[in-house]
């Protein structure tokens, strides 16, 4: 579905290659390319037909470049899309038309202080680079987004993306003290800083924390760093059924350990990802719960004991791994399961909503019975203590009918988890792909009210059109 298809709502004044000029002239030969790539049309959406178009892309290496490219597309009505490393599952990075702002050049580290447990990073560097540099100096930072390789935290913290360990630590927003910012038509904000309290203003820090490129350009964050845990110890549970493994889960709430991680992945996602799984296990699909203990080795084995007791009850077996390689082998199986449900037929449709934990179950058999209407095979696994889950819809990608009907299918998702009293998305944003969805999840006075905020920060409309729109 190229967003090409729709209405352009702005007004260019200059031709794309009238733009990429004047560009090149104001920021430098290197820093704007055109004719566009076509990987900076696209992001993890692409598998279901979402690409783009743009005239120039512009790889800034500076604030200043960032602040200096918006001012003159801002003055021109070319609208701007920021992107990080592509990884969103919400087409948030999708272009329709007029310039890519690509911040992968800016991967400077501002600073880093062990003893005050805080860093400051550059919006390209990757959340791998991130996690390394506080490991570096003893220190933790807790946000584990998938593809951390690629991500870059400027665009985590754009998302407030979420994770595995999000349970027990929170969304990236929890660890973002402060930022830098450029918004229309071209100013810079910094907003925070090292402060640990500061309830002084109005939270702008937070609006643009999950703004998805809408209210402004994220070009720097500061960010809190913990020590680092001494260590982890998961526990899973295999169960014959969705009942008796949510019934675990609350048990595991109710174990009086705070787990680092509470997942689960359904019986027809752990079909799919069985041949891979790196230990000894009950043969054949089950309902999987995985769980994790951390903190000082006594810490850590006391929140295992207890999982481990809570997990048991109706599990058809219960594996507690205790060595390193074996640890990180098991969430190697875990961060692979979406990549096991492609590989099913070639082509999922995956959505990212979250329901009260109580209704988990009900979320988690509602997506299978909506495939079924489909004539698809789903599954479904997330975070099942924060009640996330990604309903999956599995398919050919060469089969266009089969591809409509996971359309209507994940269409469906959204009605389950409103009325289950949920959320469109727990963590991967609204983008381009959840167009229309948020309407329905805000009442009159909210939408209107987010409406008015996107119109005081971008009164043309012309950063990241479309995007995390009413």
Known sequence: MPLAETPRPWRPEVSAAAL???????LGEDSVVEPVPGRYLADATEAQGLRGEADAVVLPRDTESVAQAMERCYSLGVPITPRGGGTGYAGGAVPGGGVVL????MRGVRSIEPLGWRAEVEAGLTTAHVQRLALESGLYFPPDPGAAEQSQIGGNVATNAGGPHAFKYGVTAAWVTGLEAVVPPGRVVRLGGAARK?????????????????????????LRLIPRPQTRFPVLGFYRDARAGTAAVEAALGSGVVPAALEFVDAGADEAALASFPAERPAGPS????????GSEPEAEEGRAALREALSAGAVSVVAPREPSEV?????WRDGISLAAVAALGGKLSEDVAVPVERLMDAIEGTVEIGARHGLRACSWGHAGDGNLHSTFLFDRRDADARGRAGEAAAEVFDMALKLGGTVSGEHGVGIAKAGQLARQLDPAAAGLHGAIKDVFDPEGLLNPRKKSI
């Open 328 to 332: 990180s082998d098991l969430w190697r």
């Open 20 to 26: 990429a000029g004047e560009l090149r002239a104001l």
């Open 287 to 294: 309902f999987v719960v995985l769980a994790e203990a951390d």
């Open 198 to 222: 500061d309830v002084a203003g109005y939270d702008l820090r937070s609006l643009l924390v999950g703004s998805e490129g809408t209210l402004g350009v994220i070009t720097a964050v500061k």
């Open 102 to 105: 690509a911040l992968e050049r």
